[in-house]
């Protein structure tokens, strides 16, 4: 991974362009947690962050969270399902019970909504009292038929992104700008 001093950066071999500045993120996680502290301010939460990609979302937002709360980081395994309809996934690594629990979900990124939709499923049959998703970004498909999303950081198009957590196969997390293709 090259670093340059301009607005583009070499990851294998796709360049990517500086899409969104360190300070803009800061400002907009900054808007989101002041939504949530006003929304959630009679009840105690419990953010499930959904790894690996938002990482560097749910500590940066956390830090600007006033309410009594709790976090857990999951992920979603997949595993071959014998129906047609292909891959199955299953949340693993969280450690304490959501039964009766305010549960906020944490994505860096809601493309599809198929990984949004499968937590929202199993946070329900797991018995929390009421889910909202809070995530950083949003593309196009999910907009139109994707799960509701309350807390939406940036809306975006289709292209990928890189940067602030997000991956391109492998590298770029550790970038504090999000890069486009
Ligand atoms: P979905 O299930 O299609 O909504 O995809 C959600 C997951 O795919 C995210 O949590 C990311 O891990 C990954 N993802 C989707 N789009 C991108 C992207 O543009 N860059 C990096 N990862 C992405």
Redesign the pocket.
């Known amino acids: 991974m090259q670093h340059s001093a301009t607005d583009s950066i070499l990851i294998h071999d796709r360049t990517f362009l500086r899409l969104i500045q360190h300070s803009a993120i800061q400002k907009k996680v900054r808007g989101l947690a002041e939504q949530i502290n006003s929304d959630y301010k009679d009840r105690n939460i419990f953010f499930v962050a ?1 790894l ?3 990482f560097m979302f749910a500590a940066d937002l956390l830090k600007n969270i006033q309410i009594e709360c709790r976090i857990s980081f999951v992920k979603l395994a997949s595993y071959k399902g014998t129906r047609s309809t292909g891959q199955l996934k299953a949340i693993f690594g969280l450690e304490e019970s959501v039964f009766g629990q305010h549960v906020i979900i944490i ?11 499968k937590m929202i499923e199993d946070l329900k049959s797991l018995g929390a009292q009421s889910i909202d998703t809070v995530s950083l ?1 949003r ?1 196009k ?2 907009r139109e038929k ?1 799960p509701e999303v309350k807390y939406v950081g940036f809306e ?1 198009e289709q ?4 940067g602030y957590g ?3 196969d492998g590298l770029g997390r550790n970038l504090s700008d999000i890069y ?1 293709t």
């Open positions: 959904i690996n990609g938002s994505e860096d990124i809601v493309d599809t909504g198929l990984t949004l939709t970004l593309k498909p999910a994707g975006l292209e990928f992104v890189v997000l991956d391109y486009h």
